[in-house]
């Protein structure tokens, strides 16, 4: 069993920047692929950026790919979204989720195994 926890979401103007943090307790955290999805109202919840358990691999959708970056840190238990030049469709609750499938990458929500409660992203225009 692993807990996620979500923060570093917030209001922010277009063309700005925030970093997420995904924090984990539990099982050992270099076990996980690590994802982050967003779900924006009447959306279906969308894949944007996933890591391996290593920290090796990455791999972003189409519609973050050159603006965000997903890093990890297995000391820390942390892995991150940071996201620059943000624009008001990027405005949506982000989640972070594992898969004990360490080295696969899924784009499918229903792979991911945990989720975070989610953290709110308001881009102003």
């Known amino acids: 069993q692993v807990q996620l926890g979500e923060s570093g979401g917030g209001l922010v103007q277009a063309g700005g920047s925030l970093r997420l943090s995904c924090a984990a307790s539990?099982?050992?955290?270099?076990?996980?692929?690590m994802g982050w999805f967003r779900q924006a109202p009447g959306k279906e919840r969308e894949f944007l950026a996933g890591?391996?358990?290593?920290?090796?691999?990455?791999f972003y959708a189409n519609s973050v790919k050159g603006r965000f970056t997903i890093s990890r840190d297995n000391a820390k238990n942390t892995v991150y979204l940071q996201m620059s030049r943000l624009k008001p469709e990027d405005t949506a609750v982000y989640y972070c989720?594992?898969?004990?499938?360490?080295?696969?990458?899924?784009?499918?929500?229903?792979?991911?195994?945990?989720w975070g409660q989610g953290t709110r992203v308001t881009v102003s225009s």
């Open positions: 989720a594992a898969d004990f499938m360490s080295e696969i990458i899924w784009i499918t929500s229903s792979k991911y195994d945990y």
């Open positions: 539990g099982r050992t955290f270099s076990s996980y692929a």
């Open positions: 890591i391996t358990g290593s920290g090796g691999r990455t």
